[in-house]
C-alpha cells in the first residue's frame, strides 16, 4: 500500500505536474490506482491534469477504464483552452465539448477532434488541413472559408453546417452526413464522398471534380453549375436533383438514379450512364455526345434539343421520351425502345436503328432515309426488312 499512498500524497500536491506525473503511474495499482485517476478527471480544477487523467485510461487495457475516458467529454467550453492548448503543443482534442465555440480564424491544422461536439460552433475560415474530425457532431456548425483539404470527416455529422467556399479538397466525407448542407462554390476536388449523405444539400457551383460520390444520396440536392466532370457517381441517388448547367462530362453515373432531376443544359458529354434510371428527368438542350446510356431508363424524359451525337443508347428505355430536335446523328439506338417518343426534328444521319421499337413514335417526313433500320419495329407496327 506504501506505493498507492504515495500516489494519494502526489494528487494532493499543489503542483501540477507532481499531480500528472502521480496519474501516470497509478493505474500500476489496479482498481484502487484507477479509481484515483478517475477521480481527478473529474474533479481535478488543472485542465492539464484532466487530460493527462482521461488519456491515461483512454489507453488503458481495461475496457471498463476505456470507456469511461470515453464517455468524458474534455471541459474545453473556453475557447481559449484550444487556442492556448494549441499553440503548447497539444493537438489531441479527441470528445472535447465546443458545440457554440467560436473558432473562427483558429489554427488546427493536423488536430484530432474525432467524436468532438462542434455543433453549432463558429469554425469559419479556420485551418483545419489534415484534421481528424472522423465522426464529429458538426450540426449547423458554420464553416464559411475554412480550409479542410485532407481533412479525415468519415461518418461525420454535418447536417445544416456552412460550408460555402470552404476548401475540402481531398477530404475524407465518406458515410457523412451532409443533409441541408450548405456547400455553395466549395472546394470538393479529389474529395471521398462515398455513401455521403448530401440530400437536400446546395452543391451549386462546387468542385466536385475527381470526387468519389459512389453510392451516395444526392437526392433534392442543388447541384446547378457544379462541376463534376470525371467524378464517381455510380450507384449515386440524384433524384430530382438540379444539375441544370453542371459540368458531368466523363463522369461515371453508372447505376445512378436520376429520376425526375434537372440535367437542362447540363454537359454530359462521354459520361457513363449505362443503366441508370432517368426516367422523366429534364436534359433539355444537355450535351450527351459520346455518352454511355446503354440499358438507361429514359422514359417520358425530356430530351429536346439535346446533343446526343454519336451516343450509345443501346438497349435503353426511351419510351414517350421527347427527342424533338434532338441531335442523334451517329448515335447507337440498336435495340432501343422508343415508343411513343416525339422524334420530330431529329438529326438521325447515321443513327443505328437496328431491333429498335419505334411504335407510335413521332417523326417527321423523311425520317428513314439515313437511319439503318434493319429489324426495327416502325410506328405502325411493321417490321423493317
Request: no cysteine; proline share 2%; aromatic share 4%.
Given at each position: 500500500m ?18 500528472i506525473q ?11 490506482g484507477?479509481?484515483l ?13 484532466q487530460f493527462?487523467?482521461?488519456?491515461t ?8 477504464q ?11 467550453r473556453?475557447?481559449?483552452?484550444v ?7 497539444e ?6 465539448d465546443?458545440s457554440w465555440?467560436?473558432?473562427?480564424w483558429?489554427d ?14 463558429n469554425?469559419?475560415e ?9 465522426q ?8 464559411i ?8 470527416l468519415?461518418?461525420?455529422?454535418l447536417?445544416g453546417?456552412?460550408?460555402?467556399g470552404?476548401n ?5 466525407l465518406?458515410?457523412a452526413?451532409?443533409?441541408q448542407?450548405?456547400?455553395i ?22 468542385n ?12 433534392g440536392?442543388n447541384?446547378s453549375?457544379a462541376d463534376?466532370?470525371?467524378?464517381d457517381?455510380s450507384q ?12 458531368l462530362?466523363q463522369?461515371n ?5 436520376l429520376s425526375?432531376?434537372n ?8 459520361a ?5 434510371d432517368?426516367?422523366?428527368a ?8 459520346e ?11 425530356n ?5 446526343l451525337?454519336?451516343?450509345n ?11 424533338s430536335?434532338?441531335?442523334l ?8 425502345n ?5 422524334l ?6 447515321g443513327?443505328n436503328?437496328k ?5 407510335g ?5 423523311g ?10 419495329i ?8
Amino acid at each position: 500500500m506504501g506505493g498507492l499512498v504515495a500516489i494519494q500524497q502526489a494528487l494532493a500536491s499543489p503542483n501540477p505536474k507532481v499531480r500528472i506525473q502521480a496519474i501516470k503511474g497509478a493505474l500500476r495499482y489496479g482498481s484502487r490506482g484507477a479509481e484515483l485517476v478517475i477521480q481527478a478527471l473529474r474533479n481535478d480544477p488543472n485542465w492539464e491534469v484532466q487530460f493527462a487523467a482521461w488519456e491515461t485510461l483512454l489507453e488503458s487495457k481495461d475496457p471498463q477504464q476505456v470507456q469511461v475516458a470515453k464517455s468524458h467529454r474534455l471541459p474545453l467550453r473556453q475557447v481559449g483552452d484550444v487556442r492556448a492548448r494549441y499553440e503548447a503543443g497539444e493537438r489531441d482534442f479527441r470528445w472535447a465539448d465546443l458545440s457554440w465555440a467560436d473558432l473562427s480564424w483558429a489554427d488546427l491544422i493536423e488536430a484530432n477532434l474525432s467524436w468532438a461536439n462542434l455543433s453549432q460552433a463558429n469554425l469559419s475560415e479556420a485551418d483545419l488541413i489534415e484534421a481528424n474530425l472522423s465522426q464529429a457532431n458538426l450540426i449547423w456548425a458554420n464553416l464559411i472559408g475554412a480550409n479542410l483539404s485532407q481533412a479525415n470527416l468519415i461518418w461525420a455529422n454535418l447536417i445544416g453546417a456552412d460550408l460555402s467556399g470552404a476548401n475540402l479538397s481531398q477530404a475524407n466525407l465518406s458515410g457523412a452526413n451532409l443533409s441541408q448542407a450548405n456547400l455553395i462554390w466549395a472546394n470538393l476536388i479529389g474529395a471521398d464522398l462515398s455513401r455521403a449523405d448530401l440530400s437536400g444539400a446546395n452543391l451549386s457551383r462546387a468542385n466536385l471534380n475527381w470526387a468519389d460520390l459512389s453510392g451516395a444520396n444526392l437526392s433534392g440536392a442543388n447541384l446547378s453549375w457544379a462541376d463534376l466532370s470525371e467524378a464517381d457517381l455510380s450507384q449515386a441517388n440524384l433524384s430530382e436533383a438540379d444539375l441544370s448547367g453542371a459540368n458531368l462530362s466523363q463522369a461515371n453515373l453508372s447505376g445512378a438514379n436520376l429520376s425526375g432531376a434537372n440535367l437542362s443544359g447540363a454537359d454530359l458529354s462521354r459520361a457513363d450512364l449505362s443503366w441508370a434510371d432517368l426516367s422523366g428527368a429534364d436534359l433539355g438542350g444537355a450535351n450527351l455526345s459520346e455518352a454511355d446510356l446503354s440499358g438507361a431508363n429514359l422514359s417520358q424524359a425530356n430530351l429536346s434539343g439535346a446533343n446526343l451525337s454519336g451516343a450509345n443508347l443501346s438497349g435503353a428505355n426511351l419510351s414517350e421520351a421527347d427527342l424533338s430536335g434532338a441531335n442523334l446523328s451517329g448515335a447507337n439506338l440498336s435495340g432501343a425502345n422508343l415508343s411513343g417518343a416525339d422524334l420530330r426534328g431529329a438529326k438521325l444521319g447515321g443513327t443505328n436503328l437496328k431491333g429498335a421499337i419505334l411504335r407510335g413514335a413521332k417523326l417527321s417526313p423523311g425520317w428513314d432515309q439515313f437511319a439503318d433500320l434493319k429489324g426495327a419495329i416502325l410506328p405502325d407496327g411493321a417490321i423493317h426488312p
